[in-house]
């Protein structure tokens, strides 16, 4: 069974920085794609970021490119999100996901997902 526990969320400022990082556990992690998504309170859950089983490809979503960074070490089963130049619209509960198919590539979409962690909350302050 697949597990992905997140951790790193908290309460910043706005133009500070904070690291994701996503522990995955149960399936050869080197295999799968992974994505990071956010849902903010009485929104759809959305796509952030996005990685390739092998991390050689990335995709982010509009409102984070430039501004955030997904990577993976497949020596720690680990998937990280550095947030840098937050905003309040970036407040949220941030998710990992772990793609269904093996070597896949990243997906936009939370159905191409299998696997999902609990979540943590990123709130940003004007």
């Known amino acids: 069974q697949v597990q992905l526990i997140e951790s790193g969320g908290g309460l910043v400022q706005a133009g500070d920085s904070l690291r994701l990082s996503c522990a995955a556990s149960?399936?050869?992690?080197?295999?799968?794609?992974m994505g990071w998504f956010r849902q903010a309170p009485g929104k759809e859950r959305e796509f952030v970021a996005g990685?390739?089983?092998?991390?050689?490809?990335?995709n982010y979503a509009d409102s984070v490119k430039g501004r955030f960074t997904i990577s993976r070490d497949n020596a720690k089963n680990t998937v990280y999100l550095q947030m840098n130049s937050l905003k309040p619209d970036d407040t949220a509960v941030y998710y990992c996901?772990?793609?269904?198919?093996?070597?896949?590539?990243?997906?936009?979409?939370?159905?191409?997902?299998?696997?999902w962690g609990q979540g943590t909350q990123v709130t940003v302050s004007s």
């Open positions: 149960g399936r050869t992690f080197n295999n799968y794609a």
């Open positions: 990685i390739s089983w092998s991390g050689g490809g990335t």
């Open positions: 996901a772990q793609r269904t198919a093996r070597f896949g590539s990243w997906s936009r979409y939370p159905t191409d997902y299998a696997s």
